[in-house]
């Protein structure tokens, strides 16, 4: 353990941080540029050439507000809850692989003392499963502010935000079971390397999981048409509807961040991550580079994916949401389940042997 | 160079006054929600001690079962209660209560007295630093094929399933029975119109 290592790590999580949270600020007007695009209009387009200073001043805004107490709100658990939600939507982060070992310039190499640097900061032997135990904990911060707020709308957002995020994280984390089956690993690492020859949505179990992940993704993210927590028409805008200024920004960074985060792991578990395909630059030093541009491509389309499914579909009723999960989605993963424990045992060399 | 065996026990310090803070706040909070976030805390922290002693596996399901799962219905359903603050008052009136608590309370300090001494005695400090152990399980069927796990997790994996099946089978037929249970008790009113 050497005091460089710790230093290089403490620099990978500074430089995470920051492009967390510039990407989620350019995301916020990627979005509304989006909307603008969908519903043929101008998106916001003052601030700056194009409108990209727009985040900054949107941030500038959040800082300068007042902040407001609402009458009789439990004051410590007012403000711990938009931290959590926060700090949940970060940690989620540390276990991302962007991509595979890079080399290091010699200059850089001689001066840290080690010759490559994995562009992940913590390799888990959990992996996946430590991401679950981050995002579950996530509820926590909805929860709390719903009930924190004093006010009927947000109790109202609160509980079935959270009614909704325990059902579906049932169907994501069963669709990762299938992946954690074909790929016999649950190091994000591994099941990236076990995807080189063919991407897991190429296989039948993998693609009948990749549907169901992506229907619990967008549940998990209380994105429309599942973000029944704030339905404008019914609850103002939900758990958050009493937060104001920097408090609210918080909540609203959270929830982007979090989008960015599935679409990665989207993009790990079934679209090959990292991985270069056709074997572009095969043994070269500049492969995990040219994977990692890849990896980055197919992370901004799933990022594009929540836009469009957002501005494009209507609200789901909150019946119709929790039959979708219970009834419809879990009886598929158990069934896709027994299919995928098939496919690993008996067909997965034949269906891999005509890719390659 | 920086050792990881100096700052472990530091650590488990910090991790540990954690710990018991919260697990007290648990009990004296008179707030019903907040006393809920409060065993969140310690379960988090007490994962944090699994993780120091490389139970990375273990830490992660403390977090994800009983933090992340087991705790979000126990706080979900104190706020659809909406419980009134707790007093402490009736407890301490009663001399007879107070009398047995005190008691209570003394006996246990003994015996952890007594425990701390015993260990102290032993052997002192044997710091065991495994990063990623290699196990070795032969499997039942054949003398010959072996399976060799290295890491946590795959560690874990294999004992549960070539170790102790018989237990984990029994223990899933338990929670299958639980589960038919549950949704016996939840459908009883159906039940009894159809």
């Known amino acids: 353990m050497d005091w460089m290592l ?134 926590y911060g909805i929860i709390l502010a719903g009930w924190s707020s004093n006010n009927k709308y947000s109790l109202m957002g609160g509980i079935r935000s959270t009614a909704q995020m325990i059902s579906y ?188 | 160079m920086l050792n990881l065996t100096e700052i472990q026990p530091i650590l488990f310090m910090i991790l540990s006054a954690v710990t018991v803070g919260s697990a007290l706040l648990v009990v004296l909070n008179k707030n019903p929600v907040a006393s809920a976030i409060f065993l969140v805390l310690t379960f988090f922290s007490l994962a944090g001690i699994y993780a120091l002693m490389n139970a990375i596996f273990i830490a992660t399901m403390q977090v994800l079962v009983y933090a992340g799962a087991i705790m979000v219905l126990v706080v979900f359903v104190l706020m659809l209660l909406n419980l009134r603050e707790e007093t402490h008052q009736e407890i301490w009136s009663n001399p007879t209560k107070k009398t047995v608590i005190v008691l209570i309370v003394i006996a246990y300090s003994f015996l952890l007295l007594v425990s701390l001494k015993a260990t102290k005695d032993s052997d002192p400090t044997v710091i065991t630093n495994i990063t990623s152990p290699n196990y070795e399980y032969k499997l039942s069927d054949s003398a010959e094929s072996k399976v060799t796990v290295t890491g946590n997790t795959a560690a874990v994996g294999a004992s549960t399933f070539i170790d102790y099946l018989l237990p984990f089978e029994i223990i899933s037929i338990l929670l299958l029975v639980a589960v038919i249970g549950a949704v016996i008790i939840a459908k009883k009113d159906a039940v009894k119109k159809g």
């Open chain 1, 6 to 139: 710790i230093l290089v790590w403490a620099l990978k999580s500074a430089l995470l941080f920051f492009i967390i949270i510039t990407g989620c600020a350019y995301y916020t007007l990627a979005e509304r540029v989006v909307a603008g695009f969908i519903q043929d209009r101008r998106g916001p387009n003052r601030a700056g050439p194009l409108g990209l200073f727009q985040p900054l001043a949107d941030g500038i805004k959040f800082l300068t507000k007042e902040e407001v107490f609402p009458v009789n709100v439990n004051k410590a658990m007012y403000l711990i809850a938009p931290a959590i939600s926060i700090v949940c939507a970060i940690m989620a982060w540390s276990i991302i692989p962007f991509g595979g070992t890079i080399p290091l310039p010699p200059v850089l190499a001689n001066a840290v003392g080690f010759p490559t640097i994995d562009l992940q900061v913590a390799n888990p032997n959990t992996g996946i499963l430590f991401m679950f135990a981050i995002s579950s904990l996530s509820v």
């Open chain 1, 169 to 356: 994280e049932l169907p994501l984390g069963l669709s990762v079971v299938i992946v954690i089956l074909l790929s016999g690993s649950l190091k994000l690492t591994e099941i990236n390397d076990a995807q080189k020859g063919l991407w897991f949505i190429f296989t039948l179990p993998g693609l009948i999981a990749f549907f169901i992940f992506s229907v619990a993704m967008f549940a998990e993210t209380n994105r429309l048409p599942f973000d029944l927590a704030e339905a404008e028409s019914e609850l103002v805008v939900g758990f958050h509807t009493e937060y104001g200024a920097f408090k609210f920004a918080l909540f609203f960074i959270a929830e982007y961040m979090n989008m960015i985060t599935m679409s990665c792991v989207v993009s790990l578990l079934f679209f090959g991550g990292y991985n270069v395909p056709f074997g572009i630059l095969e043994g070269s030093e500049l492969q995990p580079l040219v994977g990692l541009a890849f990896f980055i491509g197919k992370v901004l389309f799933f990022a594009f994916l929540f836009m469009w499914v957002r501005w494009t579909l209507p609200r789901f009723r909150y019946d119709q949401l929790m039959v979708l999960g219970w009834k419809k989605l879990i009886p598929w993963c158990l069934f896709n389940i027994v299919l995928a424990s098939t496919y690993v045992v008996y067909w997965g060399k034949y269906w891999k042997g005509i890719f390659n």
